[in-house]
């Protein structure tokens, strides 16, 4: 469901878009694509459809504030210089997650699966989020892997699943705006991609398994002037 409202607020854009556009070519409207602040949908779209599709997270949340407020930027005089309050932003978002990450999660003895849109039997109970906010995470997972969530906003993310316990199919979400994204698969298991991309794209690298009964990652990325290595 949260998949096909994902799809559902990109298809409306460019909807609107190719609608506006053919208003003026066929009816004189004035239609404008490039109004001011324009340039900050680009950290906001895909930011809201990162939270749609996968819930609240620091990446996208945080993602989403900064291009709202560069965005408001533009109509409200407030005399504040906003590029100046990213990192304070940045730096209360870290701590807040610091502080409750722990309230949040879920228990870990529970095994919980979900339907996910052509994915019988996804677990995604238990899974953990991991950010990198202009800076590095390296993560490297050897006991059995539920699944996780990945931010990458101006960083990177490295994700090393080669000697992870993977004993059924999982899923990735994965958002990377002006970053980029490492993603290690163990053999014998095999990956499939569902990504919006804006300016970035996902490189798949790994040895697909002909294995028909092997396990799968399914990755419902979102990159943003962005990418996603698999490997």
Known sequence: MRNKLSNLIWGLLFIVIGVGIAGNVLFNWDFRIFFPGWWTLFIIIP???????SGFNVGAVTGLFIGGMLLAAHYVDLDINFWKLIVPVILIAIGIKIIFQGSFNRPRNVDKTVHIEG???VRSYGRKEYTAIFAGN???ITDHFMGATLNAVFG???LDLRDAIIDRDVEIAATAVFGGIDIYIPSGVSI????IPIFGGVSNKSTQTTDPNAHTIYLNSTTMFGGIDIK
């Open 156 to 158: 990177g993310v490295t």
């Open 119 to 121: 994915q019988d039997n």
């Open 47 to 53: 930011c809201l459809a990162s939270i749609v599709r």
């Open 192 to 195: 499939k991609v569902n990504n």
């Open 138 to 140: 390296k993560i490297k």
